[in-house]
């Protein structure tokens, strides 16, 4: 039973760690990139747009939706991992 307890402790750090990175992620894409260092990122152009502009406009949106997948594909490796998974 104790064996268990640690198995899903050890679980939920996981899962907690794969959340925290991809909020950061979330966090310097939107509010790093698209807020303060909008004017800094300008100076590079993406697409025929400004980089800060892209960023703030389009870019965030790309990432939010890629950091959606990643977290998927991560929770159902850590599911199968813990043996945790629905199938």
Same mark, same amino acid.
């Given at each position: 039973? !104790?064996? $268990?307890?640690? $198995?899903? %402790?050890?679980?939920?750090? =996981?899962?907690?760690?794969?959340? @925290?990175? @991809?909020?950061?992620?979330?966090?310097?894409? =939107?509010?790093?990139?698209?807020?303060? !260092?909008?004017?800094?990122?300008?100076?590079?152009r !993406?697409?025929?747009? $400004?980089?800060?502009?892209?960023?703030? %406009?389009?870019?965030?949106?790309y990432?939010?939706?890629?950091?959606?997948?990643?977290?998927?594909? !991560?929770?159902?490796? @850590?599911?199968? $991992?813990?043996?945790?998974?629905e199938?």
């Open positions: 039973m !104790l064996d $268990k307890k640690e $198995k899903m %402790q050890a679980y939920w750090r =996981s899962n907690v760690r794969i959340v @925290l990175t @991809l909020l950061a992620i979330w966090f310097t894409v =939107s509010y790093i990139f698209g807020i303060l !260092l909008v004017d800094e990122l300008n100076q590079f !993406l697409g025929g747009f $400004k980089l800060g502009f892209w960023f703030a %406009q389009q870019g965030a949106i990432c939010f939706v890629l950091i959606i997948f990643i977290y998927v594909w !991560l929770m159902n490796r @850590l599911d199968k $991992k813990y043996g945790v998974h199938d």
